[in-house]
């Protein structure tokens, strides 16, 4: 998978290069690349932004750099699933993660101030796909940190990123609730133990169980998950709970 990510904090986008993702890019399983959005600017202060037209307060991110970034990054016809980072959009969930890790080509733009001109996006949009995503209802200063957890819910569903593919396999909002409680050795710790049947060593038990524990804490967490959930998916025993 190639990524490429348009910042004019580079250095926001450092955590990329360690751990799990860092690995994959030494490995050549992820082709990512962080770029400066000063690097298409031409005057002496490298100004990125000027006053919102129409007046109001803030800066506004103006479209030239933009338009020569695209120019250089996409100079081809293979073109990119271009993201925007921004409070205005679609709420990012683990099923556009899922669909994002199967895409061949995708480019992060990250908005600074009080955005990005407007021109920018639909400009983009006449040449390639392009998505507004939100990562949840509240205002940054910038697009980095959406990006930042975006590539890793991607990443991390990318074939061979992860390593051990099986830890996919019970991981939360894969069946629509949230995973059970999770504990390790010792036994007992500060008064409390580790409820018996994952010690019992019956398999059975344990998966029932953690279903169980995984109804009750969507249903006392995220209620709204499990209104969502498609009834066929929960075998008898479940209904029941
Ligand atoms: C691209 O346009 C942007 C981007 C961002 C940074 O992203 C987020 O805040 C975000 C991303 N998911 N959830 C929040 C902030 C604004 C903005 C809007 C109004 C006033 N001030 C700033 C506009």
């Not at 962080?34 to 919102?52: E, F, I, K, Y």
């Not at 699933?81 to 921004?86: F, I, N, P, R």
């Not at 908005?111 to 209802?137: K, P």
């Amino acid at each position: 998978m190639k990524i490429d990510v348009v910042t004019v904090f580079p250095e926001y986008l450092a955590p990329l290069d360690l751990s799990l993702i860092g690995r994959a890019r030494e490995r050549g399983m992820l082709d990512l690349n962080v770029h400066d959005l000063r690097r298409w600017t031409h005057d002496v202060h490298h100004s990125v932004d000027g006053a919102p037209a129409g007046g109001g307060a803030g800066m506004v991110m103006k479209p030239q750099p933009w338009g020569e970034c695209f120019d250089e990054l996409i100079p081809g016809e293979a073109k990119p699933h271009l993201l925007v980072t921004s409070p205005a959009g679609r709420p990012f969930t683990q099923a556009m993660a899922h669909d994002l890790a199967a895409e061949p080509w995708l480019m992060f733009a990250c908005g600074r101030y009080e955005g990005i001109d407007q021109r920018v996006v639909d400009y983009a949009a006449e040449r390639m796909e392009v998505t507004e995503v939100s990562i949840g209802d509240y205002v940054l200063f910038g697009g980095e940190v959406a990006v930042l957890a975006i590539i890793e819910a991607v990443t991390r569903l990318v074939p061979g990123v992860l390593g051990n593919a099986a830890s996919l396999d019970d991981e939360s909002h894969n069946a629509g609730v949230l995973e059970a409680p999770a504990y390790t050795r010792p036994a007992e710790w500060r008064g409390h133990e580790i409820p018996p049947v994952l010690l019992s060593g019956d398999h059975g038990k344990v998966d029932r169980w953690r279903r169980e524990q995984a109804l009750l804490r969507t249903a006392r967490a995220r209620p709204d998950l499990l209104a969502r959930l498609d009834p066929g998916s929960l075998d008898k025993r479940d209904r029941l709970l």
